[in-house]
Every structure is written in C-alpha cells, then in structure tokens.
C-alpha cells in the first residue's frame, strides 16, 4: 500500500477511535460526527488503493459513486 492511502486510513482509524470514546462519554451527536469522518476517510484510502482519484466532496454517496 502507498503512503497516500495509509494515510487516510491512519486518520479514519483515528475517528473511529474518537467516535466510540465520544459515544461511551454520551457525546451522541459527536460521535455520530466522527464515525461519519471515519467512513469517509475509510472510502477514500481504499479508492486510491483501487488507483481510482476520489472526487473531492464529503458526501458518502457521491464519493461511492466514484
């Protein structure tokens, strides 16, 4: 794996991590922010893995419709 995917999955294991520590402190709304961080972040790493550029929007579906 390059460094550019790493790097965005690096940074979606950080989110996630900061979903659930948000979701067990009852920070809700938080932790809904940084899980869909995470999923986006995921999406990305593993469309450059696939050599497909992701468009730059933060809109889970458009970035699926890549």
């Known amino acids: 794996m390059n460094s550019r995917p790493e790097a965005w ?5 950080n989110d996630l991590a900061m ?3 948000a979701q067990e402190n009852g920070f809700l709304a ?3 922010y940084f899980a869909s961080q995470a999923a ?3 999406l990305k790493g593993a ?3 696939l050599g497909i550029e992701p468009s ?3 809109v889970l ?6």
């Open 19 to 21: 979903a659930q520590l």
């Open 61 to 66: 579906n458009d970035l699926w419709a890549t």
């Open 9 to 13: 999955l690096h940074q979606a294991r």
């Open 56 to 58: 730059h929007t933060h």
């Open 30 to 32: 938080q932790a809904c």
């Open 40 to 42: 986006e972040k995921a």
């Open 47 to 49: 469309l450059l893995e």
